[in-house]
Antibody, heavy 120, light 109 residues
Framework: QVQLVESGGGVVQPGRSLRLSCAAS????????MHWVRQAPGKGLEWVSV????????YAGDSVKGRFTISRDNSKNTLYLQMNSLRAEDTAVYYC?????????????WGQGTLVTVSS | EIVLTQSPATLSLSPGERATLSCRAS??????LAWYQQKPGQAPRLLIY???NRAPGISARFSGSESGTDFTLTISSLEPEDFAVYYC???????????FGGGTKVEIK
C-alpha cells in the first residue's frame, strides 16, 4: 500500500523541541525528494522544507531556517523534521509529501498530517 | 520569491455549474504549476501537474490551462464532492522551495 504516515506531533511549550517522523511504504523511498508542508488552523498551505533523494541537499523556508532541520534515513524509509526553538506561530498540522512521478515539481502523495501545538 | 495570487477567494456555485479558478504568478514559472483539492480534515490531493496534466485517477471534468503567468483550473460540471478548497503551487529547480497560492473555496450556492 502506497502511503506516508506521520507521527510525533503533540503539545509543546514555546522554546522547546520536537521531532516529527514520516514513514513511507509502497514505493522506492530513496528515489524521491521529500518535503514537509504545514497548515496553521484555518489557514492555507505553507511549504517548510525539502531533502533530496539521497539526503545530501536540504533547503528550508525563511520562517523556519536555522530552527528546523530536515533529514531522512533511506534504510528505514523514514523522513524526519527536527524542530527546535518552537514558537506559537509554528502551531499547525504538518504534512510530509513526496515529489511527483509525473513532475518532481509537484507533490503526488501526502500523509494524513500530524498536529503540533506550541503553547504554554 | 514567486508569489501566487488566487482568485476569487470564494466561489459560490450550484452542482452542475462550471467553475473557473484563477492563479496568477508574480513572475514566470514556466509550466511548473500544480493544482490541489483539499477537503476539511483531509490532506491535499494532487489534481493537475505541469499546468495541464491530470494526475492519475482524476476525473476528466478537471482541466488546467495556462497563458503566460496566468493559470486556470476549470471544473466543467460541479459534482457534490467537488465543493472544497483548491490551491495552486509552484516549485523550481533552485531555490527548490515551493510556494502555494492562498486558496479558493468552492462552496455550494
Amino acid at each position: 500500500q502506497v502511503q506516508l504516515v506521520e507521527s510525533g506531533g503533540g503539545v509543546v511549550q514555546p522554546g522547546r523541541s520536537l521531532r516529527l517522523s514520516c514513514a513511507a511504504s509502497g514505493f522506492t523511498f530513496s528515489n524521491y525528494g521529500m518535503h514537509w508542508v504545514r497548515q496553521a488552523p484555518g489557514k492555507g498551505l505553507e511549504w517548510v522544507s525539502v531533502v533530496s533523494s539521497a539526503g545530501t541537499v536540504t533547503y528550508a523556508g525563511d520562517s523556519v531556517k536555522g530552527r528546523f532541520t530536515i533529514s531522512r534515513d533511506n534504510s528505514k524509509n523514514t523522513l524526519y523534521l527536527q524542530m527546535n526553538s518552537l514558537r506559537a506561530e509554528d502551531t499547525a498540522v504538518y504534512y510530509c509529501a513526496k515529489e511527483g512521478d509525473g513532475s518532481r515539481y509537484s507533490f503526488d502523495l501526502w500523509g494524513q498530517g500530524t498536529l503540533v501545538t506550541v503553547s504554554s | 520569491e514567486i508569489v501566487l495570487t488566487q482568485s476569487p477567494a470564494t466561489l459560490s456555485l450550484s452542482p452542475g455549474e462550471r467553475a473557473t479558478l484563477s492563479c496568477r504568478a508574480s513572475q514566470s514559472v514556466s509550466s511548473d504549476l500544480a493544482w490541489y483539492q483539499q477537503k476539511p480534515g483531509q490532506a491535499p490531493r494532487l489534481l493537475i501537474y505541469d499546468a495541464s496534466n491530470r494526475a492519475p485517477g482524476i476525473s476528466a471534468r478537471f482541466s488546467g490551462s495556462e497563458s503566460g503567468t496566468d493559470f486556470t483550473l476549470t471544473i466543467s460540471s460541479l459534482e457534490p464532492e467537488d465543493f472544497a478548497v483548491y490551491y495552486c503551487q509552484q516549485r523550481r529547480n533552485w531555490p527548490p522551495g515551493a510556494t502555494f497560492g492562498g486558496g479558493t473555496k468552492v462552496e455550494i450556492k
